[in-house]
């Protein structure tokens, strides 16, 4: 594997119309991780990818990618689901597949074999001689993450792989990124969707406002925030409140509040002594939606017209 990082951006900024939609952004991708870049709508997320493709050139910052400053080199060894999907709907799904892969150097012989098996791992070898028109939509999208990874590239780049897939497809992708990365690539993606972020990634860049706002693993963005007692008290009345911590709200037969510095022990003396009792308790780290929440701002997450609650995107 060589080098350590797989992409490196530095300060990369582009402006459309004047305005600059990335912002300095700094990313270190290291070989062979699952690194997802999380955002709002129009976080800046798409641009920043399409940079480090070599789709558009930035206006400034600097960019590495498989050791190499301008990423065109590299691009047999790159493997890019883009954001628009799209295929040739006269073509058999198996082609398509055999097809992209021929756009970066895989011949076809060996496309087409490999589309086939591909396919039957995933749940779709009924479909291989099927016209992508005849495909339902999910399962073209498929067609064409397939048709990102036949010529087994190093580094693999998702934009949003995970919307327009139902709930078993998203899944089966889930098990895919993890896949591909037991094959040694390194997956660089985007997405809105905590929950798959949360489930998969090695490291994360949480972007807003085109700039990054978050760089680290899961568990140092849940780590931002402070740990959440839950605790259902015996009898059901207001009373206990005089017992717990200022900053408990009640939510229907359960009380909340954040895990006190001194440890929740003091408190539950008091609450046993005081004859509350302890119907039921439990201490819980918050999620990865709600650090993301809590980085970026609740009002730039309703301001994209995404949902704050956690498990409410799709
Ligand atoms: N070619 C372009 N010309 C002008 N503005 C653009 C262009 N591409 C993107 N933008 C603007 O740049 C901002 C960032 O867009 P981008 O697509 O990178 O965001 P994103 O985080 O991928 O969001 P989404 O999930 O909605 O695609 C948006 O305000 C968008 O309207």
Not at 45 to 56: A, D, H, N, S
Not at 125 to 130: L, T, Y
Request: net charge neutral; proline share 6%.
């Amino acid at each position: 594997m060589g080098d350590a990082s797989a992409v490196t951006a530095t300060g990369l900024v582009k402006k459309f119309g004047g305005r600059r939609v990335v912002d300095g952004v700094d990313l270190t991708v290291p070989t062979g991780a699952i690194y997802g870049v999380l955002g709002p709508n129009g976080a800046g997320k798409t641009t920043t990818l399409r940079m480090l493709l070599g789709i558009i050139e930035p206006d400034g910052g600097e960019r590495s990618v498989l050791g190499h400053a301008n990423p065109r080199a590299v691009s047999d060894s790159i493997g890019y689901l883009p954001e628009e999907r799209g295929l040739y709907p006269a073509m058999k799904a198996r082609d398509a597949i055999a097809f992209l892969g021929a756009l970066r150097g895989l011949d076809r012989k060996t496309g087409r074999a490999r589309a086939a098996a591909m396919m039957e791992e995933v749940g779709l070898g009924h479909a291989v001689d099927e016209k992508i028109r005849k495909l339902s939509k999910g399962m073209a999208q498929l067609v064409q993450l397939l048709g990102s990874v036949v010529h087994r590239p190093a580094l693999l780049v998702l934009d949003e792989p995970f919307s327009g897939l139902d709930p078993v497809n998203q899944e089966k992708l889930e098990a895919f990124i993890l896949a591909e990365r037991d094959r040694g690539a390194t997956i660089l993606f985007s997405t809105h969707i905590m929950s798959h972020a949360e489930r998969i990634c090695d490291r994360l860049a949480i972007i807003a406002g085109g700039k990054r706002r978050f760089e680290g693993t899961v568990d140092d963005a849940r780590g931002m925030l402070p740990q959440r007692v839950l605790y259902t008290p015996r009898d059901p009345g207001d009373a206990v409140a005089a017992a717990l911590p200022r900053d408990a709200v009640r939510d229907g037969a359960v009380w909340r509040f954040e895990l006190p510095d001194g440890g929740i022990e003091p408190w539950l003396a008091t609450l046993i002594e005081r004859g509350h009792g302890i119907a039921g308790l439990s201490i819980e780290r918050p999620g990865l939606h709600e650090a993301f929440v809590s980085i970026v701002g609740r009002d730039a997450i309703e301001a994209a017209g995404e949902p704050v609650a956690p498990g409410m995107a799709a």
